[in-house]
T-cell receptor, first 115, second 113 residues
Framework: AQKVTQAQTEISVVEKEDVTLDCVYE???????LFWYKQPPSGELVFLIR??????QNEISGRYSWNFQKSTSSFNFTITASQVVDSAVYFC????????????FGAGTILRVKS | DVKVTQSSRYLVKRTGEKVFLECVQD?????MFWYRQDPGLGLRLIYF???????EKGDIPEGYSVSREKKERFSLILESASTNQTSMYLC????????????FGPGTRLTVL
């Protein structure tokens, strides 16, 4: 079975703090894709990043970075120097062949950044 | 820009009513999806469609049906709305499978009284 766990229900930080959102996944498939989406208060999920199971290279995009570790089945997301505009719900998701390549979402982490 | 639009942002219906939620995408995507979002549960897949007139059940199809008569339009139907269907409904589309990201609409917050 495939599953995504985001253990942090809600995180509150003060602006300029660094924050890491955890994502742990389960699948027996060797070929899969991992995603992060952001859902701002407007409601529309916005795609942030995709990683395939054969590429463990970490990625940095501005203040955002992602750490993919197959050994621990984790795909964590770090925001450096957080800003109020980062306040949103963040979802980690998994797509695997055995599940017909449909997305399985975690429960989401609410991030509140206070000024 | 890919654009996915949903017919209503907020909807209030009464128990037993038939409810239609409409979704339109303008990027000629093959695949379309309907999700339900509830606090603490993330997004759960209700139905999806990979082609016109084709549909597949997701994880929680009970109480719902769908229609896809045109490629750009995917409708979610609640045949007889119940209070436990009060939720946020999100539509999405994607070009392909697996590696392709899904593009989401703004959501419809449905309240069933």
């Amino acid at each position: 079975a495939q599953k995504v766990t985001q253990a942090q229900t809600e995180i509150s930080v003060v602006e300029k703090e660094d924050v890491t959102l955890d994502c742990v996944y389960e699948t027996r498939d060797t070929t899969y894709y991992l995603f992060w989406y952001k859902q701002p208060p407007s409601g529309e999920l916005v795609f942030l990043i995709r990683r395939n199971s054969f590429d463990e290279q970490n990625e940095i995009s501005g203040r955002y970075s992602w750490n993919f570790q197959k050994s621990t089945s984790s795909f964590n997301f770090t925001i450096t120097a957080s800003q109020v505009v980062d306040s949103a719900v963040y979802f980690c998701a998994l797509s695997v062949l055995e599940y017909g390549n449909k997305l399985v979402f975690g429960a989401g982490t609410i991030l509140r950044v206070k000024s | 820009d890919v654009k996915v639009t949903q017919s209503s942002r907020y909807l209030v219906k009464r128990t037993g009513e038939k409810v239609f939620l409409e979704c339109v995408q303008d990027m000629d995507h093959e695949n379309m999806f309907w999700y339900r979002q509830d606090p603490g549960l993330g997004l759960r897949l209700i139905y999806f469609s990979y082609d016109v007139k084709m549909k597949e059940k997701g994880d929680i199809p009970e109480g719902y049906s769908v229609s896809r008569e045109k490629k750009e339009r995917f409708s979610l139907i609640l045949e007889s709305a119940s209070t436990n269907q009060t939720s946020m409904y999100l539509c999405a589309s994607s070009l392909g499978w697996g590696r392709d990201e899904q593009f989401f609409g703004p959501g419809t917050r449905l309240t069933v009284l």
